[in-house]
Nanobody
Framework: QVQFVESGGGLVQPGGSLRLSCAAS????????MSWFRQAPRKEREWVAT????????SYADSVKGRFTIFRDNAKNTLYLQMNSLKPEDTAVYYC????????????WGQGTQVTVSS
């Protein structure tokens, strides 16, 4: 069974940084593109960033472009999200998954990791 375990979240002050990790099991990340998503309170889950299987192609939501960096270590079967210059509006639960998960009829999500940006 494919399972994603997110970690690295926490409380950080505005302007601070965090690095999120996503450990995949039952799934070979090196053969698949991967994405980060987030869900803020009272909001729909939204796409944040995507990285190609080999890491050569990346894309970001406009809201995080220039501040977040998605990267991967395929040898460790792990996906990362480096989050810099964090803003209060970045507060959300962050999830990793396959890029097309939002349009799947029966999506399977991990527990996510909470990121709270507050002074």
């Amino acid at each position: 069974q494919v399972q994603f375990v997110e970690s690295g979240g926490g409380l950080v002050q505005p302007g601070g940084s965090l690095r999120l990790s996503c450990a995949a099991s039952g799934f070979t990340t090196s053969s698949n593109a991967m994405s980060w998503f987030r869900q803020a309170p009272r909001k729909e889950r939204e796409w944040v960033a995507t990285i190609s299987s080999a890491g050569g192609s990346k894309s970001y939501a406009d809201s995080v472009k220039g501040r977040f960096t998605i990267f991967r270590d395929n040898a460790k079967n792990t996906l990362y999200l480096q989050m810099n210059s964090l803003k209060p509006e970045d507060t959300a639960v962050y999830y990793c998954n396959k890029p097309g998960i939002l349009i799947e009829a029966t999506p399977r999500w991990g527990q996510g990791t909470q990121v709270t940006v507050s002074s």
